[in-house]
């Protein structure tokens, strides 16, 4: 009985203090939203809390559309986004979003290293992931074999992206394989042969091969030029004017430093 | 007197008398149970409150039996999911029996005790092995394996039916294990003195009188595959078409909640929701069945 006792009141205590800890990070400035905004998120966070440990930042992932959920919901100060706002969620005045321009990111379409087609047109890969058309690598020059399409789950801002600067108004056909994230489609599709998806530019680090796109290529150089035809914006955006630890971490990103970050990491500046 | 009243009645008198100790415990432990089982109906009660308006929006049939997925554009079908569990499910049955029911057999019936106490351990092991991990293992060896010998993508209703067949093996092995251990000695004793082998006696005796046991083991097995998630989504593919042949790829019902929940919003979430309210109808149906069988199974131990 005496034990029983003992154990209840270590119980007690230790959620007595989980939940004083808990109170004490509550000036952290929260970020939830892109999972492809995420690693770029969480190594600013990390540079920008080695210099003021004061203000903490911490990075969730979640998806873009969740990520501006939180935002309603005011669970997060500062959601990401990894496409452009709608135009109904832009012009809705109950939402009162900001958004501030993080980086530009380009959306690479990934094959892989072995596959030998280097160019595809829009139509060509609207075509293809329509799974009408173009249902085989030979008709775009490759070997004969079928394409495989990867793609994003319905929400996915890398998928609305996509979907805005590709599909048009066209669907992905059902036949296409369903992934969770940037890197469960570079894993796909770095050890299929067959395989064509699209993810994060910044995110590949060379390990796919990335096909040009209307002749341009996939190049950091070439989406600061304005020709690479896939790029999108990273959006932070927060309920009304963001707060003031909100507003020091975006004023670090944006600052050279933050940027120069960014660019290392195969991101395109915001300006 | 049934037990729940019996307990009913105690906390009752813990009320009335306040100061026997023993009354005392055995309310809060109603408490306790009460709380876990009202956890239970509270989770059931908001998947309906949330899933049931949008199938009758939808309509029954139109959300059961269309296979149009376009969430964002307002078109709700989850026909290709509810094939695609059923196909999963199966395949993973046609392992976990085959290879769980030979476990069972060998173990109680041909096995020597000390091999017993090294292999039922290292089944029941399997269990304690997170879904992530399995699902990592598919995606890393099983599906590149099937994808250069067999063809196809490699993401396929056998890579998830594999995967979901070892995961449920414990399940079917330990209570098909406990099916046959109940089969009263006697039995194999009567069967043995007519002259039958032990194999005549363990197929025509044993596995026939532990028969509603091992369907009970095989019911409760297709209840965790067709709920398992994670390595499912690992390995499946998430496409949205019908499977056609076990080298394609499926979207199974709970992949499908898992993998747009994070973005889901009004209908698209609520349609999510439904999808868990045919999960938990089928997963319900099974269960019922395997009380069922159980329970007759028990009535007719009591009769013999």
């Not at chain 2, 408490?31 to 309509?59: H, R």
Request: charged fraction near 15%; charge should be positive.
């Amino acid at each position: 009985m005496k034990s029983f006792w003992a154990a209840a009141v270590l119980i007690i205590g230790l959620i007595v203090l989980s939940v004083a800890l808990g109170r004490g990070s509550a000036s952290a400035v929260n970020l939830v939203g892109s999972t492809s905004i995420q690693p770029f998120a969480e190594m600013l966070a990390q540079e920008f809390n080695r210099e003021h440990p004061d203000c903490l930042v911490e990075v969730q992932g979640g998806g873009s559309t969740q990520g501006l959920r939180a935002v309603d919901n005011s669970m997060t100060d500062i959601g990401t986004c990894s496409r452009a706002l709608k135009k109904e969620e832009e012009e809705d005045a109950a939402k009162n979003y900001r958004t501030v321009i993080i980086a530009r990111d380009g959306l690479a379409i990934v094959t892989h290293p072995g596959n030998p087609v280097t160019n595809l047109t829009i139509d060509q890969i609207r075509q293809m992931f329509e799974g009408r058309g173009i249902t085989n690598w030979r008709q775009v020059g490759g070997k004969d074999a079928p394409v495989r399409l990867i793609t994003r789950e319905e929400g996915s801002g890398t998928r609305e992206a996509f979907m805005q600067k590709v599909m048009d108004k066209s669907r992905i056909s059902g036949k296409a394989l369903t992934q969770g994230s940037n890197g469960a489609v570079k894993e796909l599709v770095k050890h299929d042969p067959c395989a064509i998806g699209y993810m994060s530019l910044g995110l590949v680090h060379g390990e796919l091969n990335m096909v040009h796109v209307d002749g341009v290529a996939p190049t950091v150089a070439e989406v600061t030029a304005g020709r690479y035809p896939l790029v999108r914006p990273f959006l932070f955006v927060t309920k009304g004017p963001p707060g003031e630890k909100a507003q020091r971490f975006i004023d670090f990103i944006l600052s050279p430093r933050g940027q120069a970050m960014l660019e290392r990491e195969g991101l395109v500046t915001a300006r | 007197m049934t037990a729940p009243t019996t307990m009913i009645m105690r906390a009752m008198a813990a009320v009335r008398h306040g100061l026997r100790r023993e009354n005392l415990i055995a309310a809060g432990l109603l408490v306790l149970a009460l709380s876990a089982i009202s956890g239970l109906a509270l989770i059931a009660a908001f998947i309906f409150k949330e899933g049931v308006p949008i199938i009758l929006k939808i309509g029954v049939g139109r959300f059961i039996f269309s296979s149009d997925w376009h969430p964002l554009e307002g078109e709700f079908g989850i026909f290709p999911m509810i094939v695609g569990s059923l196909w999963v499910t199966v395949g993973a049955m046609v392992i976990a029996v085959v290879f769980g029911l030979g476990c069972a057999v060998l173990l109680t019936q041909f096995c020597p005790k000390q091999l017993v106490s090294i292999i039922k351990p290292s089944i029941e092991l399997l269990a304690g092995i997170p879904s992530v991990v399995y699902g990592f293992i598919g995606v890393v060896i099983l599906v590149p394996f099937i994808r250069d010998w067999l063809g196809g993508p490699g993401l396929s209703v056998l890579a998830s039916s594999i995967v979901l067949g070892v995961m449920t093996l414990p399940t079917v092995t330990s209570i098909s294990v406990d099916a046959l251990q109940a089969v009263p000695l006697p039995y194999r004793e009567g069967s043995i003195a007519l002259g039958a082998t032990q194999w005549q006696t363990t197929h025509m005796v044993v596995l026939k009188a532990a028969r509603s046991g091992i369907v009970a083991a095989v019911i409760l097995g297709m209840g965790r595959a067709i709920g398992e998630t994670m390595a499912v989504i690992m390995v499946a593919g998430n496409t949205l078409d019908l499977p056609h042949s076990i080298l394609d790829p499926v979207r199974t019902l709970t992949s499908n909640i898992a993998l747009e929940m994070g973005y889901a919003a009004g209908d698209h979430q609520k349609a999510l929701f439904a999808t868990g309210v045919t999960l938990f109808v089928i997963i319900m149906i099974l269960n019922t069945i395997a009380l069922l069988v159980s329970r007759r199974r028990g009535a007719r131990a009591r009769n013999r």
